[in-house]
């Protein structure tokens, strides 16, 4: 079965340090991932897909395979990138969505 | 752009009611999508409809049902409530109806189930 793993339900980094959130996916087939995130009181929103291989407000994701897993990185945190994040795959017959990690950024 | 709107934010139900979630897709999107999410855990995919059919279909019981309307607006309906209902429920659409499709979420219909 397709399952998506946030390992981190919360993490904390310092202001300017680099910050890496993981995911972990299980799934047999070509996964198209996702990472989602929301914002103190707005809605859930697309950060950046894998297929795209963009940078989001300096927020990057690899695809490793073999480690079946789609981290997160940027390498200095700001305090507004505080949010829940939501790594998410899709298999074309729904999308599934880990539990999500809290990153606080402090000053 | 208004966003994908849901109605009602918020809604209390006791045990064995019935309930209507509705949402408003943004104007162009012919696919929505529902989504269960409860403390602590990430949105669970419910249903998928694109062009008024059902797409796809998660792993909930037949207590929940859904359809999209010509206007691409959608209704989740919930029979027999349950405790264990209680639950944020999200609507997203998306342009196209493939799963690979970029998210845009409303705000949520907070469901409680007493």
């Known amino acids: 079965a397709q399952r998506v793993t946030q390992p981190e339900k919360l993490l904390s980094v310092f202001k300017g340090a680099p910050v890496e959130l993981k995911c972990n996916y299980s799934?047999?087939?070509?996964?198209?991932l996702f990472w989602y995130v929301q914002y103190s009181r707005q809605r859930l929103q697309l950060l950046l897909r894998?297929?795209s291989r963009e940078s989001i407000k300096g927020f990057t994701a690899d695809l490793n395979k073999g480690e079946t897993s789609f981290h997160l990185k940027k390498p200095f945190a700001q305090e507004e990138d505080s949010a829940m994040y939501y790594c998410?795959?899709?298999?074309?017959?729904?999308?599934?969505f880990g539990a999500g990690t809290r990153l606080t950024v402090k000053p | 752009d208004a966003g994908v709107t849901q109605s009602p934010t918020h809604l209390i139900k006791t045990r064995g009611q019935q309930v209507t979630l509705r949402c408003s897709p943004i104007?162009?999107?012919?696919?929505v999508s529902w989504y269960q999410q409860v403390l602590g855990q990430g949105p669970q995919f419910i249903f998928q409809y694109y062009e008024k059919e059902e797409r796809g279909r998660g792993n909930f019981p037949d207590r929940f049902s859904a359809r999209q309307f010509p206007n691409y607006s959608s209704e989740l309906n919930v029979n027999a409530l349950l405790l264990g209902d209680s639950a944020l429920y999200l609507c997203?659409?998306?342009?196209?109806?493939?799963?690979?499709?970029?998210?845009?979420f409303g705000n949520g219909t907070r469901l409680t189930v007493t």
């Open positions: 998410a795959l899709t298999n074309n017959n729904d999308m599934r």
């Open positions: 894998h297929i």
């Open positions: 997203a659409s998306s342009r196209q109806g493939s799963y690979n499709s970029p998210l845009h």
């Open positions: 104007s162009g999107h012919k696919s």
């Open positions: 799934y047999s087939g070509s996964p198209e």
